[in-house]
């Protein structure tokens, strides 16, 4: 998502000259250095799953995870394997900038829930893992099976955008939402339904439930690159960028950037998703160079992420 924080010609001067000579930022930080991400989960009693992320710099995101049975009958041999739902709702909430208040919110809302279901298109273990039950029977001497999948909608509130990288931590805050939401065990049932006919029906027990597989659930990693140019009063051009780019971009770093590029990967190393965004366009070794890092980036945080949740279930079960 673009920024709205802009810099003056000789801030942007200042940040440049700061990399190119010493390979610092303005926080101190070095280019390939990322900020610290605080992680909660559980946020949302409501929820089946949720999440909240922080950046520093007021940067906040919080997903939530809500389910719905969906029921299906297919005639004749099954070909495919079934799969479940999985949806996304962004909204950016008035109170992050007074840019998103009134219809300001709709366009980065739509292109945030874009991008989501983009990246997780491929994640195909994911949408299996939704299957949660299967029944066939012989109808006069046709098959027919019925199968019961989860339609699995995430909600997203950007709740602060001033600390920049919002994409980065709505990816976060997602994958930790699914990872915390577990799915009920579900049984066919004659006489349940209506009028006592048959149906699927919930197990209430707890050590039946499942979680959902994050294993191909992706997190995206944003790079940006400085122009060597001047500024101008609607950002930096330039002829030429600085070799090396800037990881976890602050607001004022993405404001005043001259390419951007986000790389989405799962912790399989698959790449789910490439956004280049900018007024100057990437040489294709540098793209190259840069969906590499961050492909290996993105495994790294999924494993970092993986244990963390895991830590944290340990821990809430062990308070029971």
């Not at 049975?69 to 909430?93: D, K, N, W």
């Not at 491929?122 to 029977?137: F, I, Y």
């Not at 280049?276 to 540098?286: A, I, K």
Request: with cysteine; charged share 20%; net charge negative.
């Amino acid at each position: 998502m673009e920024s709205n924080k802009r810099l003056s010609r000789h801030e942007q001067a200042v940040m440049v000259q700061l990399l190119r000579a010493h390979g610092l930022r303005v926080d101190g930080r070095a280019a390939a250095t990322e900020r610290h991400m605080t992680l909660e989960t559980e946020e949302i009693p409501s929820a089946a799953g949720s999440a909240r992320v922080r950046l520093p710099g007021s940067t906040e995101v919080l997903a939530g995870t809500s389910t719905e049975l969906q029921s299906h009958v297919s005639e004749g041999a099954q070909t495919t394997i079934p799969e479940g739902c999985l949806t996304f709702r962004v909204e950016f909430c008035g109170a992050a900038d007074r840019l998103y208040q009134g219809r300001g919110a709709e366009a980065p809302s739509a292109e945030m829930t874009s991008l989501l279901a983009s990246i997780y298109q491929p994640a195909r273990r994911l949408r299996r893992s939704l299957m949660a039950g299967q029944q066939t029977e012989d109808v006069r001497g046709q098959l027919r099976t019925r199968y019961c999948c989860w339609s699995l909608c995430v909600d997203v509130l950007v709740l602060g955008t001033g600390g920049g990288n919002v994409v980065d931590a709505a990816t976060v805050a997602v994958r930790a939402a699914l990872a915390t939401t577990y799915l009920p065990a579900v049984e066919w049932r004659e006489g349940v339904g209506r009028g006592g006919t048959a149906g699927w029906e919930l197990v209430d027990d707890w050590e039946r439930y499942q979680p959902v597989d994050v294993t191909s659930a992706p997190l995206s990693i944003t790079l940006v690159w400085m122009a060597e140019g001047k500024g101008t009063a609607d950002g930096v051009t330039g002829e030429s960028i600085l070799p090396d780019p800037v990881v976890d971009p602050s607001a004022e770093e993405e404001s005043s950037a001259a390419a951007a590029l986000t790389v989405a990967s799962a912790g399989s190393r698959h790449l789910c998703g490439v956004l280049q965004r900018g007024v100057l366009s990437l040489p294709p070794e540098t793209v190259k160079k840069a969906v590499e890092q961050g492909i290996t980036r993105c495994a790294e945080r999924c494993a970092s992420l993986d244990a963390f949740i895991a830590e944290s279930i340990a821990a809430a079960e062990a308070d029971e």
